[in-house]
Every structure is written in structure tokens, then in C-alpha cells.
């Protein structure tokens, strides 16, 4: 048994709702065997994990797997299984698993939900998952050790360095009970926060406003003294030195006890207390370096306060490491039960961290590890308070008084930091601050900390929590801001790229900028900024991560949500455009209903109260409402559609819903029996007259997306009118002119989009001066290639076959032997020809096509396609390239104007599916 293969989800998905992995595991040897077959498999796991008996699996309470083992289930289930059992073990709380087979014998799907904020690059899934098969093997072989503890701890460890610490632990949390937004940045404690134009950065306690100069100013000891101490802000008598002599010379115009620290030193490593001598100065500035500050050690106790956009928003008194003893146990064993605390780790990684009994502990505690401290006395390890070298807190705030809460206002303000951790000597924080004049200060502030950690705050050992990460996300987002832009997602078998250029288009006006993903790149404000097939989350996160972006559209495709998840958590408009045959057999696609599911994630993630355009006309899109996750009575539903006597459509603007449709040559938007044209659907960009009302049922999609999010109905018939296909849509629908030719580009490349487009040539051309040169991809099943052959057979009486360059796992020339096979079956007279590239199929193509016909040309990739008719000498024919004989479409009032209570409307059912 062995992992073949390993990809994460890193967002919503077709499993559940929050990253996963997707791990393809082979049995091997162990396929066709269940566990029943194995005499004292499930005793030996239960031994090795007993906690495997609590697992719920099918049954839905716990013993549910221990039934399913006893009976007899499939090794690859085991392994799902134990890896959540491991992953409780090492504290990373999943629950979610599920096991399903990829069709092939002894072939299995793995999938087990993620922490929501585990790094997208993290190898703890893969460590698990090997962990869970070595498990499961050993068990099958006999064995009963189960993981070895020491494995256990190196994943723990593992998993613990990769996790965020508390202080970005605690704003990521605030951030989401706010719905905002939240992306992790690698393993590293830099997230973003919202989208496009609201967004924000922060790393821990450091925000994307923080003062570089505040933070060289508190990073610079020295400095921060002088700063405070010439504003009149009470600070230790002291000053800086380069070299022990230095520091000597500062002991003795000083006097002691005196803290020697370094300069740019932090988390309080390197500092020495109360020295009072010139040996105890110098040897303390050899160890911190050389280039310190020396000061006289102020009276009283260790306060921390932490300072939020000018606001007190936590305090803490902090008390150095220590132990108590009880009169039983070694100096070395109470460090062990110290330590023992789960909330004690390395580092920064926990609330608390680990006691450490070295030689300055045991120098400043005058035992040795063995010695047995009285029952409750206080050896303390460390002088200073800091929590990174085991000190621990007690919460203040409610104590603080309104002089220390001034004075930290005004010391954050002098430094220039939004969120600033002041450390204060005092007497208590509860009473007034003693009086500044010429003596020398008794307490006062000795050191401000940019970027200061949260822990004291978020988890005292005394005292009330305080949520400081909900006070940092509040300044970052004031006014209760969710931080979210508005955002559209389009999915859909055909028309999806279209639809989203449309819809970007009619949403960019009033000078507002639109971030765009589609099959062709990513778009800020019409500007290409990646070229590439941009339809998969990675692309998603590059719109909603640019900060100039306000609006984003982005077009969303069945292979990358199935094999990375969706790119964002929710959506403020969803749009679906038709679901047909298309990709089927690939990624576990086996039906037209898989490919439903699969586009259903787009409506399912679709926020309360956000809308849901569904296309009336299609099938399997109706069904969508009627799926539980759509939870389609929490959003608006609004439909479009070609044909107005639709019955879903009439039963749903009879309950006084809101659609959009063609009637009577116009584009029309229906709420109850309101009607209000918009365009005439002669005049829509790319429909040639008419003769294209895919194009029609593309722009109605868009519409209703435009119009969801607040565009005026004015603005998107005028914007609407603006667009220009060969500019805004190139390769969708294009058509040129070389000579007396036509040549008509699009994308389509399956049954229903290339049924589409020969029935727009047709109308233009009529049925017999229709040449194609046609290339389709070699990753669809052989009976979908099939199925377009007989299409392309059935419109055209020649054509020109090429292979993508990409053959896509297909031999050079299979393609286009079995689509050319397929068509002679279907009409033996054809005029069939196979060229090799693109070139030779356009050239080919032209040869056979006579003055006044036309050349449909399906391309592999829009860029050299064009490059190359360019080179031939073709130019754009506009959108009339024939006068075509079409009927006279009745007049309708100006755009804008309300028709209610008139006669219903009627027009001929159209259910052409728009193509990309």
C-alpha cells in the first residue's frame, strides 16, 4: 500500500466547506482484502489506538469504525481513519474524513479536512498520511507497537513550528467571527486580511500601518530612552555603551543595582538585573554583545500595557520563572510538572513557554537540579518577567489607572507605533504616577516594544482573558467593515468566459477598477497582468489580493475547484450559465449529474443574502435551487432565459421574483409583471443581428450579475452597448475578413458549443458554405469526440482536422483519425482533410473555401491563432458581415421606461447554450 499522489484544497470544495487534502492511495497487495480477512487486525489497532474506538464513521456514534472493522471494511478506509486518530494525537483537531474509490481495482481517494489556517504548503498532511499507512501495514503484519512515541513527537513538533503563534492566532480568529476574509501567507505569520481595496496585512502584532521609523525607534533602546526621556515621559537614569569599559564607567556615575541590556536586544534575552559591580557589568556586556544600554534599576513591579490605535486595551503585571516547591519533589522534577502544563511549549508557539533549568537558573536560584525546595517557597530561574523565557502573567487591566493609561498614550504617540507593548517599573499600575521633577524618576516606563506579543493578554495565569486580537482587527476595520469587495463567480459548461468579460464590462463604469480571472488571464481594470489559463483559485487570491481592485468577476472552472478548491470563501453573486456534456471521465466526472455537482459549489457558496443567476432554460441548472447546501430560501434567485413562457419562469415572476429575459426582440428585465426593456437583441455586441441568441443569453447573465450588485439599469443598457467583441471578447465569436472570405473564431469544443455556432453560421451563411478547420482537445472521452464529430458532420460538407499541440496524453494524430472516422460514419460524402498544426489547417481551410463563404475556425490557444491570421492579412468585418433576412422586431418604449399591466408578452423558445 502505497501514496501515490497528494493535493490540497485549499478552500471550499465538493467535499465540505474547508480546506482538505486529496490523497490517491494504491493497496497493492492489499486490494480486495477487508479486515475481516486478517485474524486479530482490529484488536491489534484498537490496542495501538484506542482512541479509534470513539470514531463515529457511517454510523453516526461513536464504535461506529469498530463495527465497520469487525464486519469487514477496506484497508484504504483504515487509513483514513488512523490518520485522524494521528492527527488528534499530535493536537491538530480534524474530524472530517472521507474514502472513495477512482474506478480502478485497488485505487482509492483519501480525503481528510485541513485546519482552517494550516499553511496551503504544509507537509503535516503528507507526514500523517505516510505515518497512517506504516500503521496500518505493521498492523496487518502482525505486529501490535503501533507508532513509535518518538514519530509522534517529531509530527507534533513538526506540526507545532508550521502553526501560527497565538498572537496571529488570535487576530486571524477575531477576523473570521467578522466574516472578514483571512489568507495565510506560506508557514510564516503574514496573513491578509480582506479583499481588493479593503484589504489588510498584518504580521502578529504589526500591521501593513505600522511606522517603520516607530519600529527602528523602539528597536533601538538607546534611542526610545532618549525620545521619552526629552518629552518629559519618566525613564531610568542611564546611557549607551560600545564596549565593557563603557558600561563600567556608567555603573560607577550611576551607582547600583543597574540592568545592563542590549541595545537592540528583545524578548529579554541578554538582559541582567540588579548588577552592582564592575566584574557582574562587564561580563554581562561581553554576553549581550558588546553594544548596550546601561540603567539603573528602577523600584517596583513589571507591568505590560498593551496600546491599540491610541486606546489601553490590556494589562498585565508579569512575573518572572519561577517554581513552588511542596516539600517532596527536586528542583529538576518541578520544572518536569511545570512544564508538563500543555498550554508550556518552545518558543512562541503556546501561550506559556517552557521552563529552562540552566546555569543562569540555577545560579540565580543558588540550588542544583537535586535539591529540595521547602513546601511553598518560591525559587525563582530567571530576574526578568519576559513570558519567551517562561514567565507567566496576571491580568491588570480593570486596575489601571488613568494617569499610567495617559502617560502610555502619549508614549505610543512619541514613538509613532498603532500598536505598541509599553513595559513599566512601578509601584502599582492601580495608583497615581509619582511626580516627575529633578530627581531622578523612581518608576516609570523602561522599554516599548513594537510588534509585542499577546500572549500575556490572551491567556493570564490569573485574571480575565482579554480578546486584544478582536481590539487589533477593530482598528485595522472600523465601523464593523467586513473588509470584503464586491464579487461575482461564474461557472458553467459554455459561455463562462463571456458572460464574466460582460459582466466586468458593465461593472467597470463610474471609474470603479475590476479585477478579472478567465480562461485567458487575470485583468485589473482591463490591463492583462498574468496570461495563462486563470480559472483555479491561485488566480481567484491574485484579484482579491490587489489592493486596487473594487470589484471582482471571476470566471470559475470545474478543474480547479475539483483539483484546489475555490479560490474565496463566499460570493456576493453567483452565476451559472448551462451545465452539459463536457470533461467527462476526467477527475472522477463520469455523468452530466458529477459535473452538477461539481458547479453546484459555486450557488453553495454563495453568502445569505447574496444572489444566485441561474439559467431557466437548462435542465440540470433548474435542479440547482433544489439542492440542501444551495439553501437557496436564504438568497435572492433570479433567473435568465431565451424563452418567456417558461413555466419556472412564469411561476417564479407570479410570486413577484425578478428575471431576465428576451421577449419580443428585446432584453428585458421582469419583476412580477413589471417590464422594463433594455436593449433590442439585434443591437447586443457579438448576437449578429440576432443570429447568435446564445450571445443574447450571455448578456442577460451578465446583466442580472451587473444589475445585482447596484448597477443602474441605464448604465448597463449604455455600457452594454459599448462592448466590443472583438476588442472586450477576442476568440469567442470573432469574425475577420481575408479577400472575399469570412473567418469565424470561437472556442467552442464540445457537442453543445459547436452546435451553437454552426446554427449562428448557418443564419448568416445558410447551410452550405460553412468550411471548418477544427481541432479538439484529446483529454475528453472517446464518445464525447464522437459526439462532435456527428455535430460537426451533420453542419458542414468539409472541413480541416488538426491536433492540439497539446495532445494531452493522446498519441499525435488520434484525435483527429477518430473525429475524421466519426464524421465519414455519420455522412460518408464529406470532404474531410487532416493537417498538421494549426497553420496548415487554416491555410488548407481557406482553400476550399469559396468568395462569399466562411471558415470556422477552432482554435487551441487565441494568441498565435490570432498572430497568424494577422500575418495572412486578415482585419475584423464587424458584426454584419451579411445583410441576413430577418423579420421586423416590433418597436418597444425607451430603456428604462416600465411596462406594467400590459398583455404578456411571447416569443419563440430559444435553448441554445452560449458558448465561452
Same mark, same amino acid.
Given at each position: ?88 494525537? $499530535? ?158 564607567? &556608567? ?220 481590539? $487589533? ?102 452565476? $451559472? ?198 481541432? &479538439? ?7 464525447? &469526440? ?9 453542419? &458542414? ?120
Amino acid at each position: 500500500m502505497k501514496i501515490e499522489s497528494l493535493r490540497r484544497l485549499r478552500g471550499p470544495n465538493v467535499y465540505l466547506s474547508r480546506p482538505a487534502v486529496v490523497a490517491r492511495l494504491r493497496l497493492e497487495e492489499l486490494t480486495g482484502r477487508e479486515t475481516s480477512d486478517v485474524t486479530g487486525f482490529t484488536e491489534r489497532l484498537l490496542r495501538a489506538l484506542p482512541g479509534l474506538a470513539e470514531h463515529h464513521c457511517a454510523a453516526g456514534a461513536a464504535g461506529g469504525f469498530v463495527s465497520r472493522l469487525r464486519g469487514g471494511t477496506y484497508f484504504g478506509h483504515v487509513t483514513e481513519h488512523v490518520c485522524l486518530e494521528l492527527s488528534q494525537l $499530535i493536537g491538530r483537531d480534524v474530524s472530517f474524513g472521507r474514502t472513495v474509490s477512482t474506478g480502478e481495482p485497488g485505487s482509492y481517494d483519501v480525503i481528510l479536512e485541513c485546519p482552517v489556517d494550516e499553511s496551503p504548503e504544509s507537509r503535516v498532511p503528507g507526514e500523517l498520511l505516510e505515518a497512517a499507512v506504516d500503521l496500518v501495514l505493521a498492523t496487518h503484519a502482525g505486529q501490535t507497537g503501533g507508532t513509535p512515541a518518538a514519530r509522534l513527537e517529531e509530527l507534533a513538533a513538526f506540526a507545532e513550528r508550521e502553526a501560527t503563534g497565538p498572537s496571529t492566532r488570535a487576530i486571524i480568529a477575531a477576523a473570521r467571527r467578522r466574516g472578514i476574509p483571512v489568507e495565510r501567507f506560506d508557514d510564516l505569520s503574514l496573513v491578509r486580511l480582506g479583499w481588493g481595496t479593503r484589504r489588510r496585512m498584518a504580521w502578529a502584532a504589526m500591521t501593513d500601518r505600522t511606522s517603520g521609523v516607530g519600529i527602528d525607534i523602539a528597536g533601538d533602546k538607546h534611542v526610545t530612552r532618549r525620545l521619552l526621556g526629552e518629552a518629559g515621559i519618566p525613564v531610568a537614569a542611564g546611557g549607551a555603551a560600545g564596549s565593557p569599559g563603557e558600561a563600567v564607567r &556608567l555603573l560607577r556615575d550611576l551607582g547600583g543595582p543597574v540592568v545592563v541590556k542590549p541595545r537592540h536586544g528583545s524578548q529579554g534575552r541578554h538582559v541582567a538585573l540588579g548588577l552592582t559591580t564592575p566584574g557582574e557589568v562587564e561580563r554581562a556586556c561581553r554576553d549581550a554583545g558588546g553594544d548596550v544600554v546601561v540603567e539603573r534599576q528602577l523600584d517596583g513591579r513589571d507591568y505590560r500595557v498593551l496600546m491599540v490605535a491610541g486606546e489601553m486595551v490590556a494589562a498585565a503585571e508579569r512575573i518572572a520563572a519561577h517554581v513552588v516547591g511542596d516539600g517532596r519533589s527536586t528542583l529538576a522534577e518541578l520544572v518536569g510538572l511545570t512544564n508538563a502544563d500543555p498550554r508550556r511549549g518552545v518558543g512562541h508557539s503556546r501561550v506559556l513557554t517552557r521552563l529552562t533549568l540552566d546555569a543562569e537558573a540555577l545560579r540565580l536560584a543558588g540550588r542544583e537540579p537535586a535539591d529540595v525546595p521547602a513546601d511553598g517557597e518560591t525559587v525563582w530561574l530567571r530576574e526578568g518577567a519576559n513570558l519567551s523565557t517562561g514567565g507567566t502573567s496576571r491580568d491588570v487591566t480593570d486596575r489601571v489607572h488613568p494617569d499610567v493609561t495617559r502617560l502610555c498614550q502619549r508614549v505610543a504617540a512619541l514613538v509613532g507605533l498603532d500598536i505598541a507593548g509599553i513595559d513599566l517599573r512601578l509601584p502599582d499600575i492601580a495608583a497615581p504616577l509619582p511626580p516627575t521633577g529633578e530627581d531622578e524618576p523612581t518608576a516609570g516606563v523602561i522599554e516599548v516594544n513594537a510588534v509585542p506579543g499577546l500572549r500575556m493578554h490572551l491567556a493570564p495565569v490569573r485574571g480575565r482573558a482579554r480578546d486584544v486580537g478582536d481590539a $487589533i482587527v477593530r482598528a485595522m476595520f472600523p465601523g464593523g467593515s467586513d473588509g470584503r469587495i464586491p464579487t461575482v463567480a461564474v461557472t458553467g459548461t459554455n459561455g463562462k468566459t463571456t458572460v464574466t468579460r460582460l459582466a466586468a464590462h458593465l461593472l467597470g463604469g463610474n471609474g470603479r477598477t475590476v479585477g478579472t480571472t478567465t480562461t485567458d488571464g487575470v485583468f485589473v481594470d482591463g490591463r492583462a497582468i498574468h496570461l495563462a489559463d486563470a480559472t483555479g483559485p491561485r488566480s481567484a487570491q491574485q484579484v482579491l489580493g490587489d489592493p486596487q481592485v473594487e470589484v471582482a468577476v471571476l470566471e470559475t472552472a470545474r478543474g480547479g475547484l475539483l483539483r484546489r478548491g475555490l479560490g474565496y470563501d463566499w460570493s456576493d453573486v453567483g452565476v $451559472i450559465t448551462n451545465i452539459t456534456a463536457d470533461h467527462l471521465g476526467q477527475d472522477g466526472l463520469d455523468a452530466i449529474e458529477d459535473l452538477a455537482h461539481v458547479k453546484a459549489v459555486v450557488a453553495e457558496r454563495v453568502r445569505d443574502g447574496g444572489t444566485l443567476v441561474l439559467n431557466v432554460d437548462d435542465p440540470w441548472v433548474r435542479s440547482l435551487p433544489g439542492r440542501p447546501r444551495v439553501r437557496a430560501d436564504r438568497k435572492r434567485l433570479v433567473w435568465f432565459g431565451l424563452d418567456p413562457a417558461n413555466p419556472v419562469l412564469t411561476e417564479h415572476l407570479g410570486r413577484g421574483g425578478t428575471a431576465y429575459v428576451l421577449q419580443d426582440g428585446w432584453l428585458v428585465q421582469a419583476t412580477g409583471a413589471r417590464r422594463t426593456p433594455l436593449l433590442r437583441s439585434a443591437e447586443v455586441p457579438g448576437a449578429y443581428g440576432g443570429a447568435a441568441p446564445h450571445a443574447v443569453a450571455n448578456a442577460l447573465a451578465a446583466i442580472a450579475a451587473a444589475r445585482a450588485l447596484g448597477a443602474r439599469t441605464e448604465t448597463v443598457a449604455a455600457r452594454l452597448g459599448e462592448f466590443e467583441p472583438a476588442v472586450d471578447n477576442p476568440g469567442r465569436g470573432t469574425l475577420l475578413r481575408l479577400g472575399d472570405v469570412s473567418i469565424f473564431l470561437d472556442y467552442a469544443h464540445n457537442p453543445a458549443a459547436l452546435a451553437t455556432t454552426l446554427r449562428t453560421l448557418h443564419r448568416l451563411w445558410g447551410t452550405d458554405r460553412c468550411v471548418a478547420a477544427v481541432t &479538439l482537445p484529446g483529454d475528453r472521452r472517446d464518445d464525447l &469526440l464522437a459526439a462532435s464529430a456527428q455535430i460537426l458532420a451533420d453542419g &458542414l460538407t468539409r472541413a480541416v482536422l488538426y491536433d492540439d499541440g497539446d495532445t494531452r496524453g493522446r498519441a499525435p494524430g488520434e484525435v483527429s483519425t477518430l473525429v475524421e472516422r466519426e464524421m465519414r460514419s455519420r455522412r460518408p460524402l464529406i470532404r474531410a482533410a487532416r493537417a498538421e498544426g494549426f497553420r496548415d489547417a487554416v491555410t488548407t481551410g481557406l482553400g476550399l473555401t469559396a468568395p462569399g463563404e466562411v471558415l470556422l475556425v477552432i482554435y487551441e490557444k487565441w494568441a498565435p491563432m490570432r498572430a497568424f491570421l494577422e500575418e495572412l492579412g486578415a482585419v475584423p468585418a464587424g458584426t454584419h458581415p451579411v445583410l441576413p433576412s430577418t423579420p421586423a422586431v416590433r418597436a418597444m418604449p425607451q430603456v428604462g421606461r416600465d411596462l406594467t399591466g400590459s398583455a404578456p408578452m411571447v416569443s419563440k423558445s430559444v435553448t441554445d447554450h452560449g458558448h465561452s
